[in-house]
Structure formats: C-alpha cells, structure tokens
C-alpha cells in the first residue's frame, strides 16, 4: 500500500484528487493539507511514501513546502499542476529546483475525453515515485564552483572528430540537465539532442527554462530542421526523434520502444547510423534501461560514451543498466560530465 499526502488549497480540487488516487487499491491517502504550512506539518506526522503537492496557495506556496520538506523529511514529490497560463509555463522546474521530483497535469473532470489518461497519468507517476527510496535534491549549479578534473579515456585510441552529443534522461533528468548545459562554455561548437521523458504538455515549459536557467538556446525540435552549432533540442511529445547524416532532425510516429515515445533507444540508434564514432552519447538518471543497449552500440562504434554515476544519480535505472552492460566509457557525475563534454570537443 502506499500512502499519499494530498496538499491542495481548493477543497473541491483537493476531494477530487483523493477520488482519483483512491481508486486504485494500492492507493490509501492518509492525510491532506490546504497550504504550504500544513504541508510541511503533515510530512513530519504522517510520514508519507509520496505527497502530491500545489504550488499556487496561501501562507507558503508549494515551492518553499517542497524545499521545507526536503529539508526535513525527504519524500517523493509530485507537482499536480492545473495550470495552463503561458505565463506559468515554468513553474514546475522551478519546483523540480526546489527538490520535487516529478511533474504531472491535474486530470481532467469526469466525463472529460482525457479524464481516463490523465487520472492514470497520476496514479503511475504516484506508483514509480513510491519505488523512489532516497529522494536527492539537485542544488541549482553554482558556476564558480572547483570542478572535478576530467578523468582519462580507458583507451589509447585516438579521440573522434566529435559532431554531435545525444542525451537521453528520465526521473530525475531536468535538474540534471540544467547542471550540465549550465556548466557548458559559452561557444560548445557541436548541437546536442536531448530525449527527456516526462508528463504530455510541460516540454514548452521546460525548454523555456533550460534556456534560461542555463544560457543554452534550447528548442523543441521540428521535423526536417537543421541543428546549429550550440544549440539544445528537445524531442516533442508523442514523437521519436533521430538525425540524418547532414543534420537534418527526424520525427517519427514509430511504435514506442520500452514503452516510450519519445525513447532515448530510437535517438542512440539514429545518432550511430548517422555519426557513428564521432558522437558522444550520454545517458542520465532514470528508471528503466531506455538507451542502454544503443549506448553500446555507439561505443562499439568508437563513440564516447557517458552513463551518470549512481551517487548523483535519484535513480540508477538507465545509468545503471549501461554500466552493467560496460556500455560507457564514463561514469560520473553532472560536474564532471560537463566538464568532460568540453575537454573532448575542445580537443576533436
């Protein structure tokens, strides 16, 4: 069983969330809040598996909660947001900043034709965070900050000419990728595709925010635009995303792999057909083993490859599968990660 804190200030809202996790059998909610205050209070008592959390309420909104709680009692959080200002796109990273973990939409009314998907959208994500045991917060990235020196290649072979560098990250990714673009030089000559999987509808707001927590110009990619030297680009909702030799990005509505659409395997797979050795591939911290197998494959075609290590990592699931594999070159953490990156482009 596992037991849920709802916190929410609307009374309405707050029943209706109850119904929807209470729906499932392996749901109980145990205990609910109306602002950030009680929140934290309720956190120290009931001590729950996951607490779903607003951010828009009175006395301490759902920021300064989630840090409060971090600080505290560690727990999964999940962002439940119902927010579809363009203004508030945003918001749910900055939440992720504060330690949150996952962001989902509030579902949608009963008898809605999205009401099904949406309230399964949050029980699964309620489900995956309760397998969270040890929550981490990613602190934002502080750029004066000593970095780790870039360990040696574990081989001799001479170094690619590196074209281009795909990430693929899951639970746990944003805050991870805005450590790494943020500790990027400015003029990082290659492009980098990103596959991050996360709720349908939040992908504008996170590009919005990588670009400007980290410097990066990071975009949603389109079908047949060329990627530029610098730049960041995400794969959209409900599409695969892969390359072609002259750089040119390519979507598909192919079946999913693992499950997921977009998959970080269709992005590794692509990347060795159309740059082979010289590529780098990176594989971040998430559940499942999305991307392992294809970070191989670039290894094996002379790529460098990189898998987050398992202290930085909130889950060693990705990563950890590509380090039993031996499909990376690198295990190491944000910092080092970046550094890394800048250390083989500045000599290819």
Known sequence: MINVLVVEDSAVIREFLINVLSSDPDIRVVGTAS?????????????????????????????????RIMETVPTPIIIVSGSSSQEEVSAPFQALEAGALAVVHRPTSPGHPEYVPTAKELI??????????????????IKEAPVPLMPKLKT???????????????TGGPLVLEAVLSLLPKNF?????????MATGFLQGFVEWLTQSTGVPTHIAAHGEQIQPGHAYAAPDGYHMGVQTSGQIQLSKDDPENGLRPSVAYLFRSVARSFGGGSIGVLLTGMGEDGADELKILKELGA?????????????????????IDA?????????????????????
């Open 124 to 141: 699964q994500t309620v489900k995956a965070m309760a397998e969270v045991k040890v929550v981490r917060r990613w602190p934002r990235p």
């Open 35 to 67: 602002n950030g205050l009680e929140a934290v209070e309720a956190a120290r008592e009931k001590r729950p598996d996951v607490i779903t959390m607003d951010i828009h309420m009175p006395q301490m909104n759902g920021f300064d909660a989630t840090r």
């Open 189 to 197: 000559p290659i492009p980098i595709l990103i596959v991050q999987h």
């Open 304 to 324: 460098v490859t990189i898998a987050q290590d398992e202290q930085s990592s909130v889950v060693f699931g990705m990563p950890g599968e590509a380090v039993k």
């Open 328 to 348: 990376a070159i690198y295990v190491l953490p944000p910092k080092s990660i970046a550094l890394t990156l800048a250390s083989l482009v500045e000599k290819c």
């Open 156 to 170: 001799e072979k001479e170094l690619p000419d590196v074209r281009i560098v795909a990430i693929g990250a899951s």
